[in-house]
Each structure stands twice: as C-alpha cells, then as structure tokens.
C-alpha cells in the first residue's frame, strides 16, 4: 500500500474514532469531549494537509489507487464473477478535498468548544461532528460508485442528527425531517443511475468504467430500448439528481434553508464548506461521462438555481437565512461551471467558497452568541437575536468578528485582493465560452452568472451595512455587546486569511497563472462517444473516419489495467475548443465581475447607508415582489400544497376508506357472523337440544313406566293380566261389533 493511502486512511478514521469514543462515553465526558474530538481532528488535519503537500508538488506523480475485495459473490447468474472492493482514489482533487473538509472541521471544533459551551448535549453534539467529518472524507477518498454512495448516505444520516441537536424544539424536528426527506429523494435517482451502470459494465470502480465508455458504447447499453448514446445521457441525469439534492438544486433546495434551525457552527460544517460541495464534487469527479445533451442540462440548472436564490436572498431578515441562500446561489455558479465544461473553475471555486462561507457562518455564529447574551442580561426573550434588523453599529463593539466578516464579503463578492475574485472570474470566462459556442439557450448562462456577481454583492453589502455599521436599531442591546473569546474569535482570523489571493496564486488578478489552476487541478479528459459530446469543434479540426463508430453486440470490451490512469487521457476536441474560448475571454469577464460588483455594492451602499428612505420606497411599491421575495417566491408553500397537502389528503382519504369501507365490511362480516352465531345457537339449544332432550325424557318415561310394572309380586302381575284380558276383551267386542 502506497504511503499516501495509508496517511489517508488514517486521517479518515481518526474522527470514527471520536465519535465512537465519545457517544459510548457521553455521560464521562460531559463538557469535556473536546479534549478527545480536537487533537484526533488536529491531528487528522495535520496529516491531510501532508498527504496534499506530497501530491501536488509533484507533478509527475498522477493518480494513486488502492483497492481490496470486500465481498465475493462468485459467479452470479447473468452478471458472472461479482466482487464488490473497497477503492480508494488519491488525486490532486481528492487531496485538496482532504485539506478543505479537516481544515473547516478542525476550525468549527474550536469555535464550537465557545459556542456550545453549557450545551446540555455537548459531548454527543462533538460525537456528530466526528461521525460527519468521516463521512464526508469517505465521499472524497470513494474510489468507486458503491463505497461513494455508502458515505454519501452516511454524509445524510449524520447531518440529520446534527440539525436535530436540539430535537426538543419544533423548528430543528422539522427541518432534520425535510433535509432528510427532500435528500432521499434525489438518492434514489442517484442509485437507480448507479444501478444503470453497474448493469452494462458490472463494475463500479470509477476508472474501469471511464475505461469501457472511452473504448465505446455497446449497443447492448440501452435502457427501455434507446440508443446507448442517449442511455449514457440519462445515466449522467439520474447521477445528477443526486447533486441536486445534496448541493441544493432546484427544485431540492428548499431544505438548505430550514437547515439554519441547527447550531450555527454546524452550518458552517455541513451548509457551506463540506455537505453541500459533494455534491459538486460529484458532479466533478464524474464529468468524464457528461454527453452535451446532459452537459447543457446540468449547466441551466445551475445557473437558474443561483439566480433564483440570489434573488431571494435580497430581502431576507435573519442572518443565516441570508447566508443559506448565498450559498445556494453559489452553489449553482459551481453546477453552472461544471456544466460550462470549466470543471477546474467549478472546483476552484468551491475551495475558495468553503473557506470564506465558513468564515461568514462562524461570524454570523459570532454574532448570534453576542446578541443572545446581551438579549439575556436584558432579560428580553422576544426579540429575535438573528434579525439584522435589530443589529447596527456592532463593528466597533466586535472588531475582530467584523473585519473578518468584512474580509469574507470581499472574497465572495469577488473584489480584487481575495481568492473568490480569481475563482468567480474563472467561472464567468467559462461560462462566456460555453454561451458563445453552444449557442441557443447557453447564451444566457453567462448574463445570469453577471446578474448573480452583482446580486451577490447587493444582499452581502445589506446584511454587512445593517449589522456592523450604521446606528443602533436597539442602543439598549448594543451596550451590553461584547466580543467573543478567543476560541472563537481565533477560527474567525484564520479564515480571513486564507480568503487572500496568495494561497492561489501569485497575480492577484489572474488565476490562470497561479499554481491552483495551472498547476494543481485540470478540467478532466471527457470520455464520452464524439457524437454525444457538444457539438462545436476547434477551428480546422478534421474528424477521423471511426470517429462515431459504436461498439456492436458481443464486442470483447476490456477494462483498463491496473495503473492506467484513464483520466490523464487528452481532451476531446469540444474541449480544447471551449479553452481556447475561455482564455479569450477572461479579460472581458474579469471587467465584467469586476463592474457587476461594484455596482452591486453602489446599490447598497445608496439603499441602506446614503438614502435608507429609498429602500423603503421600493419595498412599497415593488411590495407583491417584495414579499413573493421574502417567502422564497412560495416555493414551499406550492411544495406544501402540490406534495405535502396531497399526502395528507390521500392519507385522510385511505384512512376514511379503511376505517369506513374495509372496517365496515370487516365489522359487517363480523356483525352477520354474531347474528348467525346467535341463531345456530338458538337452534342448537331448543331444536336439536330439544330433540335430544324429549327422546331422552320419553324413554326415561317409558322406562319408569316398565320398571313400574316389574315389581316381582304375584299380585301385582295377576292385577296386569286381568286387565289385560279385559282390554282384550273390549277389543274383540269392539271389533265384532263394527264387522
């Protein structure tokens, strides 16, 4: 085994090891856990912070894999010899995902010992945390589709239980439920694709099937009698549903926002650097096999997601509801990119966003912890601690919180000096190159990207402005505002810092220069049949003869053999096409993001710092937008009543069914059983019981009668005969006398 799979590994386990130390231990550990859970993740950051250092400085050193059989089916009728492994899959891209989920995790441990401090559930709250940080490592390691998809499902079951933390509220009950519930949905199209390849290929190890797809697709792929080509393409959909769900797509999204009811740090965890990037990440690390048709799919949602929460996010009032569209709104950016063919971009991004969107989480979180103590020592438990409405001027009572929080609204507004100004303008440019040569609809990809970027920094610059400068909504609460501690404050700082462009890249204004892009992560080779890729071509480009050859039934397809890096393969010509279109364009999209921020936050600035009056103006008379706005443009409500309404309909109505319909031929069947007993009984007691009884009574009659006349005395017997004869007697006279 490779020493940089063994490092992973460990990494991978320690927080296992937490968590099963802690949850067997609560009682024990009580407000101690920490002392457990920080060193093991510390630890376990330290060691993937080493394993990416050694793998992206060396540039010759490509893709590591490990694999061992975990079940041996033998041959299975019509599948044949069936193993399922256990993969792993070190690259540049694995390795950076390494460092992103144990840095942000390690940093939310620490704020969280502050944060959660006097927690009645502290110990199982780190327990979670712990439980997580292992799923979502064994996302990123996943070196084929079955590992991927137990992970991901485990990545499900651990945010359920941290969004319920407090269970005994209604609020987290609900939104664990929906989070779980809307997730599960796309799970299930993201297995029945999983199912999809597995059927045609028999293996789920990433690299084999890459391998079967570039050679050519069988006819013998098709599902309900399609063409392979168009087959491979829902495969990549059905796979898709399950980004959809995890990263928060339209139309699953509506439980990312619900999701704020957890503990704030847990938002940060799950909500903004690690749950919801797996689905990016999914979506990245299974590109190679995007037809166009699919391609194009995938990049509309994407842009439609983000525009659509943007504009939601615009009039929330609560600081994280604000935060949770943000990120949903980015989140499509990334889909987006991905979708764009700039996968390097989509991932570039979602480094960056995981760093400053935890730093804005954790400062929300600052924030929060703030408010409810002074709300405490005012003993006022009515207003909300979240509202930024009853904020205002806590820039100069929370410094640190502030600049940092100021910092991280540079970085995802995409201002020059900050990392997110690299990895949105990389993903404009993308997106402008993808618009100009698929043409049709894509052309608007690029203009929703420009409206997101402006946008973005119109409800960044509110919330920033309604929060930390301005007057106090409520001197009262603003007095008794203090910092947060150190241990809270610390994590804050050192995701300031890595919001900067230096970690990137030298030029601040160029990331296709700097080590990430040019050095650390490449869009990935398609693998897909030429006739299902997108249809623009370099200029000059010639295609070969076999070009949109298939393979034919029965042909002898071979999986790669061990260490062949199927991933390193060359770029398909629509590829080099949409980077020749990229770099032509990172000018015009870098001015581009560049004025759309800006003017976002010159609209800000005018509508809540220089003419607040103007804000409300607007509200008044855009008011049925306004409040369509604030309430996610009814999304849930439609939701509510198209699914959950019809649910409890449909429930009512089977109840009612049951309970008047087969209840009632069950009681009627039992009812017409009683009568019948009833009667049977009736004829069995004075019919055939009477029977019995009179025959009974008639012999034992008869029998007194005879046992009467056998007395044993002469007197008695010469009695009978006399009688006898005169009977006879009268019998004969009778009888003579009518003849």
């Not at 979240?386 to 995409?414: C, E, K, S």
């Not at 993308?430 to 049709?440: D, I, T, V």
């Amino acid at each position: 085994m490779d020493q940089l799979i063994l490092l992973s590994l460990v990494a991978l386990g320690l927080p296992l090891l937490v968590f099963l130390l802690v949850i067997f231990n609560q009682r024990a550990l009580a407000d101690r856990a920490h002392l457990i859970a920080l060193p093991a993740m510390a630890f376990s950051s330290a060691l993937a912070c080493y394993v990416a250092w050694i793998k992206v400085r060396t540039p010759g050193l490509l893709a590591i894999e490990w694999s061992a059989d975990w079940i041996r089916f033998g041959n299975v009728p019509g599948l044949g010899p069936l193993v399922i492994r256990h993969s792993i899959l070190l690259d540049n891209m694995t390795a950076i995902l390494l460092v992103v989920v144990t840095g942000v995790s390690l940093l939310v441990h620490v704020f969280s010992i502050g944060y959660m401090r006097k927690d009645t559930r502290y110990a199982r709250y780190f327990a979670f945390l712990g439980l997580f940080t292992f799923a979502m490592l064994g996302v990123v390691l996943a070196g084929n589709l079955f590992q991927l998809y137990m992970f991901w499902e485990l990545v499900g079951f651990s945010s359920y239980s941290l969004i319920a933390h407090w269970y005994e509220r209604h609020g987290p009950q609900y939104a664990s439920k929906k989070a779980f519930i809307v997730n599960r949905i796309g799970d299930a199209f993201f297995f029945i694709g999983i199912l999809l390849l597995f059927s045609e290929f028999r293996t789920f190890e990433f690299r084999e099937i890459f391998g079967y797809i570039e050679q050519g697709l069988p006819l013998s792929f098709s599902m309900l009698g399609l063409a392979p080509e168009t087959t491979l393409t829902i495969a990549g959909l059905l796979i898709f549903c399950g980004a959809v769900a995890k990263s928060a797509q339209f139309p699953l999204h509506v439980w990312l926002p619900d999701a704020m009811e957890g503990p704030t740090p847990v938002s940060a965890l799950i909500h903004a650097a690690t749950m919801v990037a797996a689905g990016v990440y999914l979506m990245a690390r299974l590109f190679p096999i995007l037809t166009g048709n699919a391609m194009l799919i995938v990049a509309l949602t994407g842009a439609f997601t983000s525009v659509l929460a943007a504009t939601i996010a615009i009039t929330q009032r609560d600081i994280k509801r604000v935060l949770a569209y943000s990120t949903v709104s980015q989140l499509g950016l990334m889909i987006m990119s991905i979708g764009s063919g700039a996968v390097a971009a989509g991932f570039f991004h979602l480094v960056t966003h995981a760093v400053f969107k935890a730093c804005l989480f954790l400062g929300a979180g600052s924030v929060i912890h703030a408010m409810h103590r002074a709300l405490h020592d005012l003993h006022d438990h009515e207003t909300d601690a979240q509202d930024i409405h009853n904020m205002g001027g806590l820039f100069r009572r929370m410094p640190v919180t502030g600049w940092t929080y100021l910092v991280a609204t540079l970085a995802i507004t995409g201002l020059p000096l900050t990392a997110g100004f690299l990895s949105k303008d990389e993903i404009l440019a993308g997106s402008m190159a993808y618009g100009g040569l698929q043409q049709g609809i894509a052309l608007a990809i690029p203009w929703i990207g420009l409206a997101v970027t402006l946008l973005t920094a119109l409800y960044m610059w509110r919330q920033v402005f309604l929060v930390f400068f301005g007057n106090p909504a409520r001197p009262a609460v603003q007095e008794k505002i203090r910092e947060s501690p150190y241990v809270m404050t610390v994590p804050l700082v050192a995701l300031a810092v890595f919001c900067v462009w230096f970690w990137f890249g030298r030029n601040p204004l160029s990331a296709e220069h700097g080590w990430f892009l040019s050095k650390w992560v490449k869009t990935p080779a398609s693998v897909v049949p030429p006739q299902t890729a997108p249809p623009f071509r370099p200029a000059g480009y010639v295609p070969p003869p076999q070009e949109f050859a298939s393979q034919p039934f029965g042909a002898a397809i071979t999986p790669p053999q061990e260490g062949a890096h199927v991933w390193e393969l060359p770029p398909m010509p629509h590829q080099v096409a949409l980077e020749r279109a990229r770099v032509a364009n990172t000018g015009m999209a870098e001015g581009a993001a560049l004025g759309s921020a800006l003017a976002g936050f010159l609209f800000a600035f005018v509508l809540f710092v220089w003419r607040p009056s103007w804000s409300a103006s607007l509200r008044r008379a855009f008011r049925p937008f306004y409040n369509a706005s604030q309430r996610g443009w009814y999304l849930d409500a439609i939701y509510d009543f198209i699914v959950v309404d019809t649910v409890m309909l449909t429930a009512r109505v089977t109840a009612w069914f049951d309970r008047r319909i087969l209840d009632g031929f069950v009681n009627l069947a039992a009812r017409a059983t009683v009568l019948l007993a009833h009667i049977t009984g009736w004829f069995d007691k004075y019919v055939i019981d009477g029977i019995v009884t009179l025959t009974g009574a008639t012999v034992q009659f008869l029998g007194l009668m005879a046992r009467s006349v056998q007395t044993g005395r002469v007197q008695t017997y010469l009695a009978w005969v006399v009688a006898a004869v005169v009977v006879a007697l009268v019998v004969l006279r009778f009888a003579l006398f009518h003849s």
